[in-house]
C-alpha cells in the first residue's frame, strides 16, 4: 500500500530520521563541547591546585604546636586557622594521594607563612622543631649554669643545683657522688621549646638538661679517657682537668700546666692551686680581686695549699681540651708556676726561681702578690 503522505507536512518531518551526515554533525560538536568543558574543569582545578599549593605571606613564623596522634585531616585544619596554609581541603587531598606513607611528628614548630605548603609538610615530616639553644662554656660551675638557665626563665637556679646533686643509675659514674659537679659537659645544646619553655615542672626540666649533658660526657669524654692508658682513674681525671681548665687561660699552656701538676702529684707536693681555693669558699678572684693569706689559709678539702693530692672533686666542669692535657701532658722538670697578669704563666724547675719570678711580676706590676703554684 502506498503511502500518499505530503513529506513536507509536520507528520512527514517526524516520520522521516535525520541524514547520517547530520547526526555525525552533531555528535562531534557534542563531543567538542564536552572536551571542551573538560578542559575548562581541568585547568581550573590545576589553577586552583597551585594556587592552593603557594604561600600564603606573612612577616614572621607561626608557632604551631601539633599534638601526638593528630591525624593529617586535623593538622591541615590546624595549619589552615593558624594562616599557614591557604586550603585544608589542598592539604587532605594532597595527603591522602602523594603524602599517603608521610608521617608527621608532633611538636613545636615555626612555620613560615611565605613557604609553600609541600615545604610545611616537609617540616613536619622531618621533626624540624622549635627549639631552645644553650651555651655552656668550659670552667663554668653547677652554680653558673643554674643562674644562666634562671636568666632565661626556664627554671628555677635553686632546682637545677639541688637536681644535679642527685646522682642518676648510670654505670659509668664514680661511686659515691655527692654531685654532679665536672660531669655536666661543656657544649651547645638544643632543646625542643616545649621541654624547657613549656608547662613542665623545674625538677623535670632540669633532669632533661642535665640528662643531655651527662650523655654528651658519655659520648665524648668517656670513649677519650678509654683510649689512653693512665693511672689516674675517671674521678681523679676529671678532678684535675677541671682545675686545670680554670688555671690555664691560654689554651697553649694546657699541657704544660697538666704536667706541672702531674710531677706535683708523683713528689707529694700540695698542688697549691688558686682555683680550688675559691671554689671551696664559692668565690672568683679578678686581677683587681686577688686572694688573700687569710682565705689561702682557710682549712677545706678542697684547699689544695694545705691538702695533698687531689681535693674530693672537680670544682667546673672540664672542657675536651684540658681532659685531652691530662691524658697528654706536656713531659717538663717544671713544678712551679705563676700567673702573669695577662692570663699567661711564668713555669720555674727550683723554689728560688719561682720566687724570682714573683719578684719580677711584682715589680712590673705594683699590687698585691699572687698566689702561686
Known amino acids: 500500500m502506498t503511502d500518499h503522505r505530503d513529506p513536507a507536512s509536520p507528520e512527514g518531518l517526524i516520520a522521516q530520521s535525520a541524514p547520517p551526515r547530520c547526526r555525525q554533525r552533531w555528535g562531534r560538536r557534542l563531543v567538542q563541547g564536552l572536551a571542551f568543558l573538560v578542559a575548562l574543569a581541568v585547568g581550573f582545578g590545576y589553577w586552583r591546585w597551585q594556587t592552593w599549593l603557594q604561600p600564603l605571606g606573612g612577616p614572621e613564623p607561626i608557632q604551631v604546636v601539633i599534638?601526638?596522634?593528630?591525624?593529617?585531616?586535623?593538622?591541615?585544619?590546624?595549619l589552615h586557622q593558624a594562616g599557614v596554609i591557604r586550603s585544608a581541603l589542598a592539604w587532605e587531598l594532597w595527603s591522602r594521594t602523594f603524602g599517603r606513607d608521610w608521617l608527621f611528628q608532633?611538636?613545636?614548630?615555626?612555620?613560615?607563612?611565605?613557604?609553600?605548603?609541600?615545604?610545611?609538610a616537609r617540616?613536619?615530616?622531618?621533626?624540624?622543631?622549635?627549639?631552645?639553644?644553650?651555651?655552656?662554656?668550659e670552667g663554668w660551675r653547677i652554680e653558673q649554669m643554674a643562674a644562666a638557665l634562671a636568666e632565661r626563665n626556664w627554671l628555677a637556679a635553686d632546682v637545677f643545683i639541688a637536681t644535679a646533686r642527685v646522682i642518676p643509675p648510670l654505670d659509668w659514674l664514680p661511686p659515691s657522688l655527692n654531685s654532679l659537679e665536672g660531669y655536666l659537659f661543656p657544649d651547645t645544646y638544643l632543646f625542643p621549646v616545649e621541654q624547657v619553655e613549656g608547662s613542665l615542672p623545674d625538677q623535670q626540666k632540669?633532669?632533661?638538661v642535665i640528662n643531655a649533658m651527662l650523655q654528651r660526657f658519655a659520648a665524648v669524654a668517656l670513649p677519650l679517657f678509654r683510649q689512653h692508658t693512665?693511672?689516674?682513674s675517671l674521678h681523679e681525671w676529671v678532678t684535675l682537668a677541671s682545675i686545670v681548665e680554670r688555671e690555664a687561660a691560654v689554651p697553649e699552656e694546657r699541657a704544660l700546666i697538666a704536667g706541672v701538676f702531674l710531677n706535683r702529684l708523683k713528689k707529694g707536693m700540695p698542688l697549691g692551686a688558686d682555683p680550688t681555693v675559691e671554689y671551696a669558699l664559692n668565690i672568683q678572684q679578678t686581677p683587681d680581686r686577688r686572694l688573700t693569706l687569710a682565705e689561702v689559709h682557710t682549712p677545706s678539702p678542697y684547699n689544695t695549699y694545705l691538702t695533698p693530692g687531689l681535693p674530693p672533686g672537680p670544682i667546673a666542669s672540664p672542657g675536651l681540651a684540658s681532659l685531652k692535657a691530662v691524658l697528654e701532658p706536656e713531659?717538663?722538670?717544671?713544678?712551679?708556676?705563676?700567673?702573669?697578669?695577662?692570663g699567661t704563666h711564668v713555669f720555674s724547675k727550683t723554689l728560688a726561681e719561682h720566687e724570682a719570678a714573683q719578684r719580677q711580676i711584682l715589680r712590673e706590676r705594683q699590687g698585691s702578690p699572687p698566689t702561686s703554684q
Open 123 to 137: 617540616q613536619l615530616r622531618q621533626g624540624r622543631i622549635l627549639q631552645r639553644r644553650l651555651t655552656i662554656p
Open 67 to 78: 599534638q601526638p596522634g593528630s591525624s593529617s585531616r586535623l593538622i591541615g585544619k590546624q
Open 331 to 342: 713531659e717538663t722538670d717544671y713544678l712551679y708556676f705563676v700567673a702573669r697578669y695577662d
Open 206 to 208: 632540669a633532669e632533661i
Open 106 to 120: 608532633a611538636g613545636t614548630y615555626a612555620l613560615d607563612p611565605n613557604q609553600d605548603m609541600l615545604s610545611v
Open 230 to 232: 693512665t693511672s689516674l
